[in-house]
Antibody, heavy 114, light 107 residues
Framework: VQLQESGPGLVKPSETLSLTCTVS????????WSWIRQSPGKGLEWLGY???????DYNPSLKSRATISVDTSKNQFYLRLSSVTAADTAVYYC?????????WGQGSLVTVSS | EIVLTQSPDTLSLSPGERATLSCRAS??????LAWYQQKPGQAPRLLIY???TRATDIPARFSGNGSGTDFTLTISNLEPEDFAIYYC??????????FGQGTKLDI
């Protein structure tokens, strides 16, 4: 099983960051899937997870700006982060698991700048 | 939110030596503590979960111990590929699941 993040590398302040994680070599079913980011200022930060059936949990620090969704027919799950600021500049990882992450994507650098 | 504090920030050792890395939690996390290794330009790699259990394909020279608030990762007989940054992470108190700030293991 492999995970691959994709999406724009540059997002303007106040806009919405959108990333896709494609799962290959296996199924999304019967698993939890997470988004985690890493920035020089805040280190590693868990953003939230989704179960293949659609139930979700999020880091309260995001103040409801994050939405994670899943499309089992495409074997993909998604992150949307609204009202971004420079503080959201980070490498974004998708990973398999809810509280411990055994498998990670390679990461996608997203820069927030005008 | 549970704060994880790792020590030391940097550990300088030589191949063949033993490394002991520490992680202290601001409140008990039971045994829900994991360790990750990260090399430059790579994603973190799970080494140990639930305090003691090695992840798939992790060599036996990596071992974890502890409970409650105090945990250690021990790497015996350091290999050149072990020099990296190591993070602890708690999966106990939700939300959120948090990471330590990292320990850099320097050759």
């Amino acid at each position: 099983v492999q995970l691959q993040e994709s999406g724009p590398g540059l997002v303007k302040p106040s806009e919405t960051l959108s990333l896709t994680c494609t799962v290959s070599g296996g199924s999304l079913r019967e698993n939890y899937w997470s988004w985690i980011r890493q920035s020089p200022g805040k280190g590693l930060e868990w953003l939230g997870y989704i179960y293949y059936s659609g139930s979700t949990d999020y880091n309260p620090s995001l103040k409801s700006r994050a939405t994670i969704s899943v499309d089992t027919s495409k074997n993909q799950f998604y992150l949307r982060l609204s009202s971004v600021t420079a503080a959201d500049t980070a490498v974004y990882y998708c990973a398999r698991g809810s509280t411990t992450w055994h498998l990670w994507g390679q990461g996608s650098l997203v820069t927030v700048s005008s | 939110e549970i704060v994880l504090t790792q020590s030391p920030d940097t550990l300088s050792l030589s191949p063949g030596e033993r490394a002991t890395l520490s992680c202290r939690a601001s409140q008990s996390v039971g045994n829900y503590l994991a360790w990750y290794q990260q090399k430059p330009g790579q994603a973190p790699r799970l080494l140990i979960y639930d305090t003691f259990t090695r992840a798939t394909d992790i060599p036996a020279r990596f071992s974890g111990n502890g409970s409650g608030t105090d945990f250690t990762l021990t790497i015996s007989n350091l290999e050149p590929e072990d020099f990296a940054i190591y993070y602890c992470q708690q999966g106990s108190i939700w939300p959120p699941y948090t990471f330590g700030q990292g320990t850099k293991l320097d050759i």
